[in-house]
């Protein structure tokens, strides 16, 4: 549903539209993350899980979300949504925070370390790659 959120209605959205769809009350995607919270808050995990004791894959999602929102590459302020949503901001520091997402972005770092990032990395996953194939057709 955010999905369709972010390609039909926002993507083709004027800067007026977009502002409504996130910071006006009653706003579409303001609605969603308005449920989102709620999930979050009557759970009431002390890390801020959204549903259970454990980070889960709607953890992830919502930290992939709001991911994509935060860069202020959409036009919002990340301090109005930390400001608007405070348990989601929680639950995204957690998980953001978590070794096995540590370890997922270090991988990753050309999209979450960009300044870190060196393309060679790339170049030499390719030679691995390349070489892992070899392998398997002469093995």
């Keep these: 549903l955010t999905q369709d959120v972010m390609t039909q209605k926002f993507m083709q959205s004027t800067d007026q539209e977009k502002y409504e769809l996130f910071a006006v009350e009653g706003g579409y995607f ?65 998980v953001d925070c978590h070794p096995k997402v540590e370890e997922y972005k270090q991988m990753n770092k050309k999209y979450y370390y960009p300044d870190q990032y060196d393309s060679d990395d790339d170049n030499q996953d390719n030679n691995n790659k390349k070489d892992d194939d070899e392998t398997v057709q002469t093995g």
């Design 30 to 94: 303001r609605m969603l993350m308005g449920g989102m919270e709620k999930l979050i808050l009557q759970n009431d995990h002390p890390f801020g899980c959204s549903c259970g004791e454990r980070l889960t894959i709607a953890d992830l999602a919502i930290w992939r979300c709001y991911g994509s929102i935060a860069t202020g590459a959409l036009g919002i302020p990340s301090q109005w949504f930390e400001e608007t949503f405070p348990a989601i901001h929680k639950l995204i520091k957690a």
